[in-house]
């Protein structure tokens, strides 16, 4: 059972990088686009921001199921909480002004740095 948890957790991994990727190069696209003012919420933006979040709370899932079957590190809830917050604003954001056109600078800039702080947070923490 631990080599398809690991298994599953790999699949999860590499699905939570796409998903934050999406969000991530959704952003970086507008950029230009915030300074002609026609930026914008992409739906690749939104299909990130949920892949990020289901993904993020499935890969705890099936570390807490690691654990319960004697294998595995403990986790680490306060970073967990936090990371959960941050993508729960983003998604937020994503989601209320995904149909407004031209989405304002600071909503994009405040997706973009949030989405990145996430990376940070999970590679430094």
Not at 67 to 90: N, Q, R
Not at 99 to 111: A, D, H, N, Q, R
């Amino acid at each position: 059972m631990l080599e398809l948890a690991g298994i599953l957790k790999m699949f999860l991994v590499v699905l939570h990088l796409v998903g934050m990727a999406a969000l991530l190069g959704g952003f970086l696209v507008q950029i230009k686009a915030l300074r002609a003012k026609t930026a914008e919420i992409l739906p690749a933006m939104g299909h990130g921001a949920w892949t990020s979040f289901i993904t993020g709370l499935l890969l705890v899932g099936v570390r807490e199921w690691e654990l319960a079957m004697g294998g595995g590190e403990d986790l680490d809830h306060a970073k967990i909480a936090i990371k959960t917050v941050v993508v729960l604003i983003v998604l937020t954001l994503v989601i209320i002004h995904r149909k407004k056109k031209p989405v304002s600078g600071s909503v994009l800039g405040t997706i973009g740095a949030l989405t990145f702080l996430n990376v940070v947070l999970a590679v430094f923490w």
